[in-house]
């Protein structure tokens, strides 16, 4: 079993700024792909970005220049600071990693219970 604990959401300000976090743990053997997604009332989940085990990151154009994702391989995190945040960036953020679980080396996909992030004056 792999579990996510995300944290870091809230009720920010236009203009502002937050940091997501999301911490696994569990039966881990390898982490590969981090990434964090978010689904706004009436709309579907979506890429926010994402981020290899090789460090190579993918952003949504959205949030292109005004988030960043990182990670952390010692402590199985990965974060997402996000600045200058607008109101159409309110959403429910989830996280989402992957990798190879211990014994079996089976490959696992697990998201995180979400954080909610809310923008507005």
């Known amino acids: 079993q792999v579990q996510l604990v995300e944290s870091g959401g809230g009720l920010v300000q236009p203009g502002g700024s937050l940091r997501l976090s999301c911490a696994a743990s569990g039966s881990i053997f390898s982490i590969n792909a981090m990434g964090w997604y978010r689904q706004a009332p009436g709309k579907q989940r979506e890429l926010v970005a994402a981020?290899?085990?090789?460090?190579?990151?993918n952003y949504a154009d959205s949030v292109k220049g005004r988030f960043t994702i990182s990670r952390d391989n010692a402590k199985n995190t990965v974060y997402l600071q996000m600045n200058s945040l607008k109101p159409e960036d309110t959403a429910v953020y989830y996280c989402?990693?992957?990798?190879?679980?211990?014994?079996?080396?089976?490959?696992?996909?697990?998201w995180g219970q979400g954080t909610q992030v809310t923008v507005s004056s």
């Open positions: 989402n990693v992957g990798g190879l679980m211990t014994g079996t080396l089976a490959p696992f996909s697990t």
């Open positions: 981020i290899t085990g090789g460090r190579r990151t």
